[in-house]
């Protein structure tokens, strides 16, 4: 079964505009993190937020936020005023357990995001 | 954050040769290094947990003989697919754990094997 869960293959957004991406995620265990990263063309994966599961606040960086919904499961990105350099793929990764930053990652399918002008 | 490096960024190679592929974490000192696959158009797949000083974990499915993982030091990893194959043509890329939950990822190095 699959444990992290990107259902969006493509968004499109128009430029300054919000847009939402969706994450769901499966798990038993009590501790764990949830993360995103942006991957443009180039290849690189770019940290953009973090979510720990008893974190009671939504994380937020800057024009990123993340929708925690717990009991759903669900962490979904939100990215505000969108420009066109946030055109990349997305990727939602979980880290089940482990001790902050020595767990290993579960990536979703990830969801490519193009800004319109 | 942890500013990560690889080497080479990019490698073609003959099938049947050995490529070793090096992940360097410059400013942070790392017990543990993840190695990672992505094949076009695909999501990151873990391949294995680099762990200084002792043996890598795999994950299921990958050949630990011809994936060769040494974590000789905390700021060196190294990769070694051997007898590489034109299916094992990807993007391989590295992680380190960085402070308060973050993990960063190095740049990463496309193998092509001819």
């Known amino acids: 079964a699959q444990k992290i869960t990107q259902t969006q293959p493509g968004m499109f957004v128009q430029e300054k505009e919000a847009v939402t991406l969706d994450c769901t995620y499966d798990?038993?265990?009590?501790?764990?993190?949830l993360f995103w990263y942006k991957q443009p063309s180039s290849g690189e994966m770019i940290f953009l937020i973090y979510?720990?599961?008893?974190?009671?606040q939504n994380a937020t960086e800057g024009r990123y936020s993340l929708n925690f919904q717990k009991a759903r499961k669900s962490a979904n990105l939100v990215i505000s005023a969108s420009q066109l350099g946030d055109s990349a793929m997305y990727f939602c990764?979980?880290?089940?357990?482990?001790?902050?930053?020595?767990?290993?990652?579960?990536f979703g399918q990830g969801t490519t995001l193009q800004v319109k002008p | 954050g942890a500013v990560v490096s690889q080497h080479p960024s990019r490698v073609i190679c003959k099938s049947g040769t050995s490529v070793k592929i090096e992940c360097r974490s410059l400013d942070f000192q790392a017990t543990t290094m993840f190695w990672y696959r992505q094949f076009p158009k695909q999501s990151l797949m873990l391949m294995a947990t680099?762990?200084?000083?002792?043996?890598?974990?795999?994950e299921q499915g990958v050949e630990k003989d011809k994936f060769l993982i040494n974590h000789a030091s905390l700021t060196l990893s190294t990769l070694t697919v051997t007898s590489a194959h034109p299916e094992d043509s990807s993007f391989y890329i590295c992680s380190v754990g960085g402070a308060m939950n973050t993990q960063y990822f190095g740049p990463g190095t496309r193998l092509t094997v001819l």
């Open positions: 979510q720990g599961s008893y974190d009671q």
């Open positions: 680099s762990n200084e000083g002792s043996k890598a974990t795999y």
């Open positions: 798990t038993s265990d009590p501790s764990y993190g």
């Open positions: 990764a979980m880290r089940e357990g482990g001790s902050g930053n020595t767990g290993k990652l579960i």
